[in-house]
């Protein structure tokens, strides 16, 4: 077995067989990769408090080289408690990382994306940022850094340089090539897209939106994500049992 130190970030937590833990680990050097903490779901464990979801720290993991890594320690440094006791930012969390580990894939090392993941956290747990906003933004930079960046500046089907709306095919459309199903997108909705895409990743969320807006990008970032991904995830549906948005 090889020992080998990471930082990263637990985004899930699954208890398992007597008292143990399998943990997904969103780490800066291998990507996204599971390790198992054996005892650590007992309640006297020193690892309990450890190896919960969004622990963010340094991770001694012994590895085989096949099946998961096993935990040997882990230094917390950063546990996002506010995000922990509000049910409406901790399953927003957890939509976060089914769309990382949709997106990236396991072994796939990606620190922008991570680094994406943690300002949001940041943001969510200390700054009171809105979720809908919060949600939009790390929806469309994440499927940017998954390898869909959409177009913006043209109509993807036409290339007139008029826009009218967002396709979850691949971006913007002009007026002419518009159809039902699409996303309105005025000025603003468009300005905002672009800021999301292309600004510095600790001023993800320094933007300024309406509670429309707000919701205009979340309706682009999930429409787009699930077109990327193909694919439906119950998180996202939890998340928006519990926003009054939705509601």
């Given amino acids: 077995m090889d020992t080998i130190k990471a930082r990263g970030l637990i985004i899930k937590q699954n208890d398992w067989g007597e008292g143990h833990r399998m943990l997904t680990v969103f780490t800066e050097e291998y990507g996204i ?10 309640m006297k464990s020193a690892k309990a408090a450890a190896t919960q979801f969004l622990t963010w720290g340094t991770f001694e993991l012994y590895t085989s080289g096949s099946g998961p890594a096993r935990v040997n320690s882990v230094l917390p440094e950063e ?19 089914d769309l990382a580990i949709a997106a990236l894939q396991m072994q796939n090392p990606d620190e922008r994306a991570l680094r994406l993941f943690l300002n949001v ?25 998954a390898g869909f960046y959409p177009q913006l500046d043209s109509c993807i089907f036409c290339g007139s340089t008029e826009v009218a709306g967002f396709s979850d095919k691949g971006g913007a459309v002009c007026p002419a090539c518009f159809k039902k199903g699409m996303i309105p997108l005025d000025e603003a909705a468009h300005a905002a897209l672009s800021y999301i895409l292309n600004c510095p990743e600790k001023k993800i969320l320094s933007f300024s939106a309406s509670p429309k807006l707000c919701r205009t990008l979340s309706e682009i970032g999930e429409k787009y994500c ?22």
């Fill in 79 to 97: 546990t996002f408690f506010p995000i922990q006791e509000d049910i409406e930012k901790l399953s927003l969390a957890v939509y976060m990382a």
């Fill in 226 to 247: 699930r077109s990327c991904l193909e694919l439906e995830m119950k998180s996202l549906a939890y998340f928006k049992a519990m926003h009054d948005t939705y509601k």
């Fill in 33 to 42: 990769i599971k390790a198992a903490s054996y005892g650590a779901g007992r």
């Fill in 121 to 145: 956290l940041y943001a969510l747990a200390y700054r009171g940022e809105d979720t809908i906003k919060a949600k939009a933004a790390y929806e469309i930079r994440l499927m940017g850094y």
